[in-house]
Each structure stands twice: as C-alpha cells, then as structure tokens.
C-alpha cells in the first residue's frame, strides 16, 4: 500500500483526518498515562493492566500509521459536473429485477467503503459492475450471495 493512490471522498479524508487527530490528541496520552500507571505498581512482568496498555498502545500507533499512509497517498475524489455516467463519488439508484424496493448507494474508495451505510467500494462486484453506466442500464452482478440484475434507476 506504501505509493497506491487511494481513493477519496473529500468527507472521507476530513472524516480519516478527525480520526487520526483523536487517536494522537487524545488516546495516545490516555495509553501513555495507563502505561506509566500500571509501571509505578512495581513489577511489569504479571502486570495485566500494563500488558493490556501496551497491546492498546501498538493498535493505535498501527492505525495512526494506516490512516497516515492513507491520506499522504489520498487521492481526493472531487465532485465532477454531472455527465450522467457513474464514477466514484457518483450516488446511485438501483432496483433489482423482480423487486420493487429502491436501493441506493454512493460509490467511493475501498479505504471509505461502508456497506451498511450505503457506502460501497469502487472494487465491490456490484461497484465494479455499475463503474461507467448510466441511467436505464442493466448489470449482472456475481455476489457471493449469488448472481443479481440490477437496473440503475438514478445517476447524482
């Protein structure tokens, strides 16, 4: 992942951005105090609370270091002027065939994916499947819960 572009929405990086300043204001003093606490209750060798301070402390230096990569490798997805055609950032409608109910998705970068939020990665079988169609469109799409035909309904 060292030089791969990744990329984002702009509410993305300002959301990785939030979450990195957080984990380094906030829960890197919290972890060092924790450490520092459980180091004055003598010996560190069946300390419990310092062992647990410590894997806390190696978790967030991990994720302060991925999203760090992250956004100096961020590359910013910027609204483009509406061509009709889906594309990341693109806000998406989709009906399944033989269903009535509406589903809608925005397309972004793996790193912002939230399926439950209606956030789907440009690498997702469906994402992949909807990359450069337009409204009226039909896509087969190979889900590991079995194939879908899904007709786009809306393209923002």
Known sequence: ??????????????????ELDYLVSVKRPEVAEAIH????E??????????????????????ILQIEQMLKNAAIIETQAWTGVVVLGSKVKVVEKGSK????????GPAEA???KGRISNESPVG??????????????KTPAG?????LIEVK
Not at 42 to 63: L, P, T, W
Not at 101 to 108: G, P, S
């Open 42 to 63: 003598g010996d560190i060798s069946e300390n419990s609370a310092y062992d647990a301070a410590k894997e806390q402390q190696a978790f967030i230096e991990g994720r």
């Open 114 to 116: 939230d399926p439950a």
């Open 1 to 18: 992942m060292a030089d791969k572009p990744v990329p984002l929405t702009p509410e993305g990086r300002e959301k990785l951005q939030k």
């Open 37 to 40: 606490s459980a180091k004055e």
């Open 101 to 108: 109910d509406e589903e809608d998705y925005q397309i972004v």
């Open 128 to 141: 992949r499947a909807l990359m450069g169609k337009k409204k009226g469109d039909q896509v087969v799409v």
């Open 147 to 151: 194939e879908r035909q899904l007709k």
